[in-house]
């Protein structure tokens, strides 16, 4: 079998569709409208069945869940065999954290199935919004280190931010199908992100140039991934940002810390640019 796999030929069929993502975020029933102020629709914009377009709000999420679970399984079966067994250093990876990218692709295979069968369930059809393959671009370093980063601590953060929203959301709702299956899932991510924390530090703790290198590239998918503002710890921000299971995955509070300030900043930035557009069009 090849080793790192590019991007360019992640097998799909005629029904995904692929844009980046800055296209995907313009498509208005997106829960994480960029275009839009916290005014347009109310004193909150946190995706909640009040919101007037939850529906298609809720659907663009969960649709965005699926297409992200296959592409985390993706990325950890990557993981798992492009690198040789070893102590860690250069190219190499300890065996016992092969097992666990074994373990975590067998877990986002799960989820892809549940995603599935919920977006059915929410009256979604595959492909009925775009897919973009960010994450799994995360998940092409050379450096395994850059991947247990990017993808298990950044992206995989996220999807706790993003499933704990959604379990809200299905609890608000009435909906014990979803509410259940988001909980069961956020189980797994939890474990996921403790997993890249817990080896990160492992395999960089005589390294300290390679773990910042790191911290460092988590932090601009981190910034990528902020979309706006849209994920942070105020009514504004669609998603809202989960402290506490963060904190449960191995973050720290000055990792949270710095993550609820670049969400916070990312929204001042959005809405500056907001302004500037209502401003231009004379609105």
């Known amino acids: 079998m090849r080793q790192f796999f590019p991007v360019e030929d992640l097998a799909r069929d005629e029904r995904f569709v692929q844009t980046n993502m800055a296209k995907r975020m313009q498509d208005s029933r997106t829960a994480i409208d960029v275009k839009k102020s916290a005014k347009s629709r109310g004193s909150s914009n946190r995706l909640t069945p009040e919101r007037h377009d939850a529906s298609a709000a809720a659907r663009s999420l969960m649709h965005g869940i699926m297409v992200g679970e296959i592409q985390a399984l993706e990325g950890a079966g990557r993981t798992a065999h492009d690198f040789e067994a070893g102590d860690g250093s250069g190219d190499t990876i300890p065996f016992e954290l092969k097992l666990d990218m074994a373990r975590q692709a067998w877990d986002e295979a799960r989820h892809v199935e549940i995603s599935a069968k919920l977006s059915d369930w929410m009256g979604t059809e595959l492909g009925q919004f775009s897919e973009n393959t ?45 509410e259940f299956c988001e909980d069961w899932m956020l189980a797994d991510e939890v474990t996921h992100v403790k997993m890249g924390s817990d080896w990160l530090r492992k395999v960089t703790e005589k390294d300290p140039d390679r773990r910042a290198k790191a911290l460092e590239f988590q932090r601009v998918v981190d910034k990528l991934f902020s979309f706006g503002g849209a994920r942070g710890e105020g009514d504004e921000s669609p998603i809202g940002l989960a402290r506490r299971f963060r904190e449960l995955a191995g973050f720290t509070d000055d990792e949270v810390d710095t993550i609820a300030e670049m969400d916070h900043d990312a929204l001042e930035e959005r809405k500056a640019m907001v302004r500037l557009a209502h401003e231009t069009a004379g609105v």
């Open 134 to 178: 960010v994450l799994f671009e995360a998940a092409c370093s050379n450096d395994p280190v850059l991947r247990l980063a990017g993808v298990n601590r950044a992206l995989e953060g996220l999807a706790i931010d993003v499933f704990t929203q959604m379990k809200e959301f299905g609890q608000l709702a009435g909906d014990p199908f979803l």
